[in-house]
């Protein structure tokens, strides 16, 4: 089976980094994705983590350990447009989505 | 290129009837994946298709089922519809489905009464 956690919920402030953590367990692993999802939207490909280590691209990294099944994804310069739902997924035999997490940041 | 299109965007049904929504993929994508996303669930994994063939299932019993046609799109299925059906239908489409980048469409928004 397959079992993917993360916060429900957190909270930061413009200007401020966030720390979004992820931990999996699953059948089969082959790489692990995150989404954005603002609300009454559909989910955008923020990006995607095979290797163990740290990928950036711009504003936003993710970080990858496949030994510890952990995964956490980091916001820069918090700004306003990033309140939105961050959904941790794992794909293996499918793309399997944990229940996200709803950043709220304000000013 | 055009995105996921998925219609209706909106669907009110009542209890026991059943319904069709559909998907059409970015042009060149072979893979179709369905997911239902309820405020307390979040996205639950119902089935992709793959060339035509259902290559994985979730875990929704048989009243949900889909198909995949020779031009990729999809459509799927609910049959004597309940009232925790309600939810967003979320369709994402990919070149090749596993590891490769999925990209969603709005999704359809069903409301059974």
């Known amino acids: 089976g397959q079992n993917i956690d993360q916060p429900t919920e957190m909270t930061a402030t413009e200007g401020a980094i966030v720390q979004i953590n992820c931990t999996y367990q699953t059948s089969g692993f082959n790489g692990l994705f995150w989404y954005q999802q603002h609300a009454g939207e559909a989910p955008t490909f923020l990006s995607y983590?095979?290797?163990?280590g740290l990928e950036e691209k711009g504003r936003f990294s993710s970080f990858l350990s496949r030994s510890k099944g952990y995964s956490y994804l980091l916001l820069k310069e918090l700004q306003m447009k990033d309140s939105a739902s961050y959904l941790c997924?794992?794909?293996?035999?499918?793309?399997?989505f944990g229940k996200g997490t709803t950043l709220s940041v304000s000013s | 290129k055009a995105g996921v299109t998925q219609t209706p965007r909106y669907l009110i049904k009542t209890r026991g009837q059943q319904v069709t929504l559909s998907c059409s993929p970015i042009s060149g994508h072979r893979s179709v994946s369905w997911y239902q996303q309820t405020p307390g669930q979040g996205l639950q994994f119902l089935f992709e298709?793959?060339?035509?063939?259902?290559?994985n299932k979730g875990n929704f019993p048989g009243r949900f089922s889909g198909r995949q046609f020779s031009n990729s799109r999809s459509e799927m299925n609910v049959s004597t519809l309940e009232l925790g059906d309600s939810a967003l239908y979320l369709c994402a489409s990919s070149f090749l489905g596993d590891s490769t980048e999925a990209f969603f469409g709005q999704g359809t928004r069903l409301t059974v009464v």
């Open positions: 298709y793959f060339s035509e063939t259902q290559r």
């Open positions: 997924a794992v794909t293996g035999t499918a793309l399997i």
């Open positions: 983590n095979v290797l163990d």
